[in-house]
């Protein structure tokens, strides 16, 4: 089954986390991302890499899963 992600959702929920954190710089402070990456991804230019997207997730204690696809991982099967 092919993986079909929505990259403007993937951006809006990003923008909805640095909106919680307070703003870009407070986001990638608490995440220990560059400033300029994650304006990037806020502008939808590209997606956070794997790496990336963990540190977005731990810092903002969300899971990876939920930014990818707006919802928490099922078990299948």
Do not use: N, Y
């Not at 703003?23 to 956070?48: I, N």
């Amino acid at each position: 089954m092919p993986l079909d992600l929505d990259r403007s959702g993937v951006r809006a929920r990003i923008q909805h986390l640095a909106f919680l954190q307070g703003g870009t710089k407070p986001c990638a402070e608490k995440c220990a991302v560059p400033v300029p990456s994650l304006e990037t991804w806020l502008a939808g230019r590209a997606l956070p890499g794997s790496v990336a997207l963990a540190k977005l997730a731990r810092g903002c204690d969300v899971s990876a899963h939920w930014i990818l696809f707006g919802q928490e991982a099922t078990r299948h099967g």
